[in-house]
């Protein structure tokens, strides 16, 4: 048996959101226990891109993606992947999502990212400062940069398309790219660039500085693997490999993790899936960008970090089963070669793997079911970091049994 105490809320997940949601729960005087069978900020949150994105108001897809389906399929180092091997089981989300590429459910799904888009940036830097450490987050906004001429017509649609969701952005040309990041390569036409945005200089030391408060704030961590539960009269049972832990209410922001947990306590199937993200640190490369930079024709995207230069970026359909392919990896490094005067040093550097949590309409599940005996919060796909405090501040409306219009979009009900 887990000695738990009086738990009003057993959090499951302590990644960037669960750990948020746990600090913000302790806060408003819940008695909380965090769960996860790593470490705090072990999983997906430890590798992201720590880029606060806030300007990506669209869906992981649109209509595009049929174009590029039969290269998807065929190279294995292309930015877009699925595993042959995973396709039977992925094809009835692939379903769910082209579904969700009609006009109507895809401007839901634009104006559901939007809205928790919109309060992120705020939501972070109350945040960070409530702890003390609002140096881990620098609002230097954001570079999209294009190389090839051709590419410029994309470019100017995209700003208008942001334009008209209310992002700012400015268009940058060539000279001021040079002006602003005199590294990159002179042969760069231009770019766009987000005011409004920012990166995290070390996104595993924000969950833990995150933790530590928490913990001071009276949270409780137990390191355990929660293989299932029961809802009763009295709140939650959960079962783990540690014993049962009993709670109120339960918290499920288990990440690409919480479809199991989710279904046996509530009994709705949820069509999550993972995006497998990579990345490769450069230890040796702390000067190279004054901000994060993203590349339109390479599509990846480069952050100055404490420990280095971090390059982040692809997307692969495997599951959650197959293990890592890391020469993925080492692709971000040859896809880096020619947006620099000087090509990066790979001394020292090491690749990574994890799991971003995605449901077919690219919006997350933030939600209040059962009677209140679980709260959800889950798929944030390639944004969780960036609504994560924004998600713990809707989170701790939920478990003061508040709610609103705008949280309708994000309903478990809605599967």
Same mark, same amino acid.
């Given at each position: 048996?887990?000695?738990?105490?009086?738990?009003?809320?057993?959090?499951?997940?302590?990644?960037?959101?669960?750990?948020?949601?746990?600090?913000?729960?302790?806060?408003?005087?819940?008695?909380?226990?965090?769960?996860?069978?790593?470490?705090?900020?072990?999983?997906?949150?430890?590798?992201?891109?720590?880029?606060?994105?806030?300007?990506?108001?669209?869906?992981?897809?649109?209509?595009?993606?049929?174009?590029?389906?039969?290269?998807?399929?065929?190279?294995?180092?292309?930015?877009?992947?699925?595993?042959?091997?995973?396709?039977?089981?992925?094809?009835?989300?692939?379903?769910?999502?082209?579904?969700?590429?009609?006009?109507?459910?895809?401007?839901?799904?634009?104006?559901?990212?939007?809205?928790?888009?919109?309060?992120?940036?705020?939501?972070?830097?109350?945040?960070?400062?409530?702890?003390?450490?609002?140096?881990?987050?620098?609002?230097?906004?954001?570079?999209?940069?294009?190389?090839?001429?051709?590419?410029?017509?994309?470019?100017?649609?995209?700003?208008?398309?942001?334009?008209?969701?209310?992002?700012?952005?400015?268009?940058?040309? #060539?000279? !001021? +790219?040079?002006? *602003?990041?005199?590294?990159?390569? &002179? =042969?760069? /036409?231009?770019?766009?660039?987000?005011? %409004?945005?920012?990166?995290?200089?070390?996104?595993?030391?924000?969950?833990?500085?995150?933790?530590?408060?928490?913990?001071?704030?009276?949270?409780?961590?137990?390191?355990?693997?929660?293989?299932?539960?029961?809802?009763?009269?009295?709140?939650?049972?959960?079962?783990?490999?540690?014993?049962?832990?009993?709670?109120?209410?339960?918290?499920?922001?288990?990440?690409?993790?919480?479809?199991?947990?989710?279904?046996?306590?509530?009994?709705?199937?949820?069509?999550?899936?993972?995006?497998?993200?990579?990345?490769?640190?450069?230890?040796?490369?702390?000067?190279?960008?004054?901000?994060?930079?993203?590349?339109?024709?390479?599509?990846?995207?480069?952050?100055?970090?404490?420990?280095?230069?971090?390059? #982040?970026? !692809? +997307?692969?359909? *495997?599951?959650?089963?197959?293990? &890592? =392919?890391? /020469?993925?990896?080492?692709?971000?490094? %040859?896809?880096?070669?020619?947006?620099?005067?000087?090509?990066?040093?790979?001394?020292?550097?090491?690749?990574?793997?994890?799991?971003?949590?995605?449901?077919?309409?690219?919006?997350?599940?933030?939600?209040?079911?059962?009677?209140?005996?679980?709260?959800?919060?889950?798929?944030?796909?390639?944004?969780?970091?960036?609504?994560?405090?924004?998600?713990?501040?809707?989170?701790?409306?939920?478990?003061?049994?508040?709610?609103?219009?705008?949280?309708?979009?994000?309903?478990?009900?809605?599967?």
């Amino acid at each position: 048996m887990v000695e738990t105490a009086e738990t009003d809320i057993a959090v499951v997940g302590a990644g960037i959101v669960g750990v948020a949601c746990a600090l913000q729960l302790a806060r408003q005087g819940r008695r909380v226990t965090l769960v996860d069978r790593q470490a705090p900020g072990q999983g997906a949150s430890y590798g992201n891109a720590g880029h606060l994105a806030t300007e990506q108001v669209f869906p992981i897809a649109d209509l595009s993606i049929l174009k590029r389906l039969p290269r998807m399929l065929l190279d294995p180092m292309g930015p877009l992947r699925l595993d042959w091997k995973y396709l039977p089981k992925a094809m009835p989300w692939f379903t769910r999502l082209l579904l969700n590429l009609r006009p109507g459910p895809f401007q839901r799904s634009v104006a559901g990212i939007r809205t928790l888009n919109e309060g992120s940036l705020g939501a972070w830097q109350r945040l960070l400062g409530s702890i003390g450490r609002s140096e881990l987050f620098q609002e230097d906004g954001s570079l999209l940069v294009f190389e090839r001429p051709e590419s410029r017509q994309a470019l100017e649609a995209l700003r208008a398309r942001m334009q008209q969701q209310a992002v700012p952005v400015d268009f940058w040309s #060539a000279d !001021t +790219v040079r002006e *602003a990041a005199p590294q990159l390569s &002179p =042969s760069l /036409q231009g770019g766009l660039f987000f005011p %409004r945005t920012g990166h995290f200089i070390d996104p595993y030391r924000v969950v833990c500085e995150l933790f530590e408060a928490a913990k001071a704030s009276g949270v409780r961590f137990v390191q355990a693997q929660v293989d299932g539960g029961r809802l009763h009269s009295d709140g939650v049972s959960l079962a783990s490999d540690q014993g049962t832990l009993e709670a109120r209410q339960v918290l499920i922001s288990c990440g690409a993790h919480s479809a199991r947990l989710t279904g046996v306590l509530t009994g709705k199937q949820v069509p999550l899936d993972t995006e497998r993200g990579y990345h490769l640190m450069l230890p040796g490369e702390h000067q190279r960008l004054p901000f994060a930079v993203t590349s339109l024709e390479r599509k990846f995207i480069m952050t100055p970090m404490a420990e280095g230069l971090r390059l #982040a970026g !692809t +997307v692969e359909f *495997a599951g959650l089963d197959a293990p &890592p =392919s890391m /020469q993925r990896a080492w692709q971000l490094h %040859r896809l880096s070669k020619g947006l620099f005067r000087r090509d990066l040093s790979v001394e020292g550097a090491t690749p990574w793997m994890g799991f971003r949590p995605s449901l077919p309409d690219s919006l997350p599940v933030i939600d209040r079911v059962c009677n209140g005996r679980v709260l959800l919060a889950f798929g944030h796909q390639h944004l969780g970091l960036t609504q994560a405090a924004v998600t713990a501040e809707w989170v701790g409306r939920l478990a003061d049994r508040e709610s609103g219009a705008d949280m309708a979009a994000y309903r478990l009900d809605r599967f």
